[in-house]
Every structure is written in structure tokens, then in C-alpha cells.
């Protein structure tokens, strides 16, 4: 859908500012509670009673909408687009509000599935390996007719290219095409395969493929969930040759440990057989991986660790591998460039591999992958320029092209969302005033008998763009909301639920597409206090503390022990 066509949702929930799972009471509560603020017959003045009118209705759909079980059901799975888009008439009313939801549920699914005959998913990876050893060479060729004064070589030694796509058929058959081109020193080979997949049942799926390269191949491939906690991966191949046929097999057994452990055990007896065991625990904050490989002709051990950063900034990551064939040490660093977008550079010191720069980089589908061989040997120089280079290179490109480019993209996206809904928006600010307007008398009302009862009084409450919040300056991206939010004020008590502010009475959206919070200046039982909330978060004031009654009690009862006399 174009942004011409979209139009920005009502939630009725927060305009009535009640959670999303409020009983009739509440639903009937709120809206009778607005209804003293809009009904036409509460304003005498002629303009007033029609910009009542408005604000009234208003109200009126949104109870209409949340105390109708059924338009509430339709509500609570599309919007208010699934009670206008026309095709949901299908859904009777006779039916219960579970029904509706499956029958929306399946012609969603319907929906996804015309989706997916459209849809290829293309992916792609290149690779580019680059020999860059003489820069950091210890040893210098006598034969050299250049001498000391020759530039060294970066070269180029090999290149693979491969691309897939799917084409998923239904919702259950997907079909996969992919081919690999190589090239290592002069020499190339390539392949392409073609696969089915169905999926058989909720607990597995089963695949057969077809590779066509230096042979012909034939290849058969399953999955199934064996139980709740076990589960089961097969593949078996069959190459044709000019030395005949060739059969290769892999199987894998898992078992999940713990709710963030896994372990596998795994048999391969294509080319060079082995059996590897892996244990890989994954939480929110770090991955860790240990796997032993027992093989011919090389066996190892290998412990690896990553750390996630907050906010999935990036990931740090170190291995350690050591076997027959050598060991080898790694580590470095992942980061997202973008929403779409991720740098990862690290660094391989082993023997007899010596040391490698790996640089990859992600883009939705697409993978780039340049490993760089330094040094053949184990050296102080390349090891330190390999590490220190990319950082610096990453911090100067980050600062000078990243960072820019993307304040640019989220300038223009804003400036594009507020030219598409600008019409919409004055349209919101206006109801806004006039809202506020209407509640003026029961503003008044609220907060005399607020101080009355020395209870819950707003002094000052605003709304907009978090840096203007913080120096407290009224501009164009800030609205004054201290009148609606002492409207919401009941029982000395102010409840705002975990949503979008912008859409409570009286309230709207002053920086559309920026980050907005929610500053409040109050007094409770005279004495003053503040806070600030970001947008979504849930609010309640007065706070409650839970060592408040246990305080009470215990002055009640040190009071208690010097107003008693003692039993004789």
C-alpha cells in the first residue's frame, strides 16, 4: 500500500485511556466519564454544541466498537480498517468473537499465501580472498632486482560467487534454485541445484535435490521433531563421476537442554567422516559455543564466545580451536550499520595459517566477504596493524559518512510521513484545542475538589520532542496538556496505560516520526514532585511504595507502646 493510501489508525483504547483487555465496566466508566465533557446538551453556545457534536461521536464509536464483542474481536485483530475493508462482511453475526478471529486468521492466511507466490527471496554471497603477505614479509628476496625499493603485491588468489532464490509454490512447497561459481589460482568450477522442500507435518519437513557440477548429483534431505525436547536432521547424496559414484551421509541428533541450550550430536561420513559433539548456549545477552570433532584426518576441540551489545548494537566475539591440524585463535567485532546493515571485522592468528584479516559485510540478502591473509607466520606487526587499522578506518567512516547518512534517511522518512499525514494532523490538532476547550469547566471542578481533599492537583504537564521537554521551552513541537491530564485525574489517582500518549483526549502528535515523552509537574497533599515518562510508558501517580505501610505500622506501634500502660 502507497503512503498516499494510509491514514493514520485511531486507537480506541487510548482515547477512552483504558488497557486492552478493560472489562465492560470500565469501557462504560470511561465513556460516561467523556461524556460529561461532549455531550452537545451539557454546552449552550451554538458553535460549542457542534464542535461537541464531533468530539461525541467520537466517543460514541469507540464504545460502540469495544462494548460489541463482536466488532471488538474484529477490532482487536485488523483496526478499524477490518470495519470498513469490504470482503470481512462474510463474518456473520451469529458467530462468537473466537470464531471471527479464525475466520479472519485463515483469510489472513490466504492472504500470505498469494503473498508468497510473488515473493523469490533472493540471496547472495560473494567472497573474495586477497594475498596481502608481502606488506609485513620478514624476509627479503636477494634476487630482487628492485632491491628495498620494490612496492609489494596485494593479489588477488581466488573468488566465489553464489545466488539462490525460492519460490515458494504454497504454503507448504517451496522450490529453491541456487549456483556457485569459483575460482582459486587460475582454475574455476561451478555448480547449480535445484531442491523441493514440503513440509510434511507441524514436525518436520523432507527435501529432494538435484546438483548439476563436475557430476551429476542426487541428494534426499529430512527434518523431524522427534519430541518436544529432541529433534532430528538427515541428508544423504549421490554423486555420478568420472570415478564412478560416490555416497555421502549426514546425520545430526539435538537435544535441547534448558530453555537456552542446545546440544548436538552429529555423524558425517561423506568425504572425510567424523563425529562432532556441540553444546551451544544462547541468551539474550551472549552466545557460547564449545564443539569436539573426532575425525579423519584431523580431530579438534573449539570454545566459542559473544557477547551481545545492548540494543543489538553489535556483538563482540573470541574462539579458541586447536587439534591436529594446528591452532588458531579469533576475535573480533560485529556492528549494525544500519537498520538493513552489518560490519563485522576479525582477526585469525594461528599456526601454520598465520594471521588473516576477515572483513564481511551484510545487507539484507547480500553477503560480501573479503578474508585477507597477512602474514604466513605468526608476527607482532601484522597483528597489531590488522587490529588497530579497521577500528580507526571504522570510527573516521562512522563519524564522516555513516552517522550523517543516517540522520539524512531519518530526516527525509519524518519529513515524508508528515507531508503524507499533514492534512491529518491539523485535523488532529485542531480536535485537540477544541477538546481542551470543552473540558475547561470540568477542569475547574476536578481540581477544586481536589484541593479540597488536598489530593491530586497538576500543576504542569507537557508533551512533545524529548530535548525541548528537557529546557522546558513551549515551541511548535511541544504541546501544553496539563488541563486533559487533570481531566483523567479520578480519586486522587492518574492512570495511563503502556501506549502512545498522543492519542488520549486532548492530546496529539506535535513531532510526528521523533521521540516524544511525557513531563508532569504535580502536588499531592501539598507537597510538590516531577516526573518524566517516555511516550509509551505506562504512568501512575501518586507512587505507591511498599515500605509505606510497613512505615506506618511501625510508627502506629511505637506510638502505640508509649500511650499503652504496661499490664501488671
Known amino acids: 500500500m502507497d503512503d498516499e493510501d494510509e491514514r493514520l489508525e485511531e486507537d480506541f483504547y487510548q482515547f477512552l485511556n483504558l488497557p486492552r483487555n478493560a472489562p465492560q465496566e470500565e469501557i462504560t466508566n470511561a465513556y460516561r466519564r467523556l461524556s460529561r465533557i461532549y455531550h452537545p446538551d451539557k454546552h449552550t453556545d ?45 463474518v456473520q453475526r ?91 589460482k587460475g582454475s574455476g568450477s561451478g555448480s547449480v541445484n535445484v531442491s523441493l522442500r514440503r513440509i510434511t507435518s507441524p514436525d518436520g519437513w523432507a527435501e529432494l535435490e538435484m546438483g548439476f557440477g563436475s557430476g551429476l548429483s542426487f541428494a534426499a534431505k529430512g527434518f523431524r521433531n522427534l519430541t518436544r525436547r529432541i529433534f532430528t536432521n538427515v541428508s544423504g547424496i549421490v554423486t555420478s563421476t568420472d570415478r564412478g559414484l560416490t555416497l555421502g551421509f549426514v546425520s545430526t541428533l539435538a537435544h535441547q537442554l534448558d530453555k537456552n541450550t542446545v546440544g548436538y550430536l552429529t555423524y558425517k561420513a561423506s568425504g572425510p567422516s567424523s563425529m562432532s559433539t556441540m553444546v551451544v548456549k544462547d541468551t539474550s545477552r551472549y552466545r557460547a559455543q564449545v564443539n569436539f570433532v573426532l575425525g579423519i584426518p584431523h580431530s579438534y576441540f573449539a570454545i566459542t564466545y559473544c557477547h551481545k551489545l545492548e540494543k543489538h548494537e553489535g556483538r563482540l566475539r573470541g574462539a579458541i580451536k586447536a587439534g591436529t591440524f594446528g591452532a588458531m585463535v579469533e576475535y573480533g567485532l560485529e556492528r549494525k550499520v544500519s537498520e538493513h546493515s552489518s560490519l563485522a571485522v576479525s582477526m585469525t592468528v594461528g599456526v601454520p595459517t598465520g594471521v588473516m584479516l576477515k572483513i564481511k559485510l551484510s545487507r539484507g540478502n547480500q553477503i560480501y566477504n573479503f578474508p585477507i591473509h597477512l602474514c604466513h607466520e605468526v608476527l607482532p606487526s601484522p597483528i597489531f596493524y590488522g587490529t588497530v587499522t579497521p577500528m580507526v578506518a571504522w570510527i573516521i567512516i562512522r563519524r564522516v559518512v555513516v552517522e550523517p547518512y543516517i540522520q539524512q534517511q531519518k530526516v527525509k522518512d519524518i519529513e515524508r510521513h508528515r507531508a503524507v499525514h499533514h492534512s491529518q494532523m491539523l485535523a488532529r490538532r485542531r480536535e485537540a484545542e477544541i477538546s481542551i476547550d470543552l473540558m475547561k469547566e470540568t477542569y475547574r471542578r476536578i481540581v477544586e475538589d481536589e484541593e479540597n481533599r488536598k489530593g491530586l492537583i497538576i500543576t504542569k504537564a507537557l508533551y512533545g520532542r524529548w530535548l525541548d521537554l528537557s529546557h522546558r521551552d513551549l515551541g511548535d513541537a511541544i504541546t501544553d496538556v496539563t488541563i486533559p491530564l487533570q481531566c483523567l485525574v479520578k480519586d486522587s489517582k492518574l492512570i495511563l496505560h503502556e501506549a502512545s500518549k498522543c492519542q488520549l483526549p486532548g492530546f496529539y502528535d506535535p513531532c510526528m ?20 515518562i517516555q511516550d509509551t510508558d505506562p504512568l501512575r501517580i501518586p507512587k505507591q511504595y511498599k515500605g509505606m505501610f510497613n512505615l506506618n505500622c511501625y510508627c502506629f506501634s511505637f506510638l502505640f507502646s508509649f500511650t499503652t500502660p504496661p499490664l501488671s
Open 94 to 184: 451469529t458467530k462468537t468473537p473466537q470464531e471471527i478471529r479464525e475466520e479472519y486468521e485463515l483469510l489472513a492466511q490466504q492472504k500470505e499465501e498469494r503473498r508468497l507466490l510473488q515473493r523469490t527471496n533472493p540471496k547472495s554471497s560473494i567472497s573474495v580472498s586477497i594475498d596481502a603477505t608481502e606488506l609485513f614479509n620478514p624476509y627479503e628476496d636477494e634476487y630482487d632486482e628492485f632491491g628495498s625499493d620494490g612496492f609489494p603485491s596485494v593479489v588477488v588468489k581466488g573468488m566465489n560467487f553464489s545466488q539462490s532464490i525460492e519460490a515458494p509454490l504454497t504454503l507448504n512447497d517451496t522450490a529453491f534454485l541456487s549456483g556457485q561459481l569459483s575460482t582459486h
Open 46 to 90: 451554538a458553535l460549542r454544541k457542534k464542535e461537541a457534536e464531533v468530539l461525541f461521536n467520537k466517543t460514541k464509536k469507540a464504545y460502540e466498537v469495544l462494548s460489541d464483542p463482536h466488532k471488538r474481536a474484529i477490532y482487536d485483530s485488523l483496526g478499524t480498517k477490518g470495519l470498513e475493508t469490504e470482503g470481512w462482511e462474510i
Open 513 to 532: 516520526g521523533e521521540d516524544k515523552s511525557l513531563y508532569v509537574q504535580y502536588s499531592f497533599h501539598g507537597v510538590p514532585h516531577e516526573v518524566t
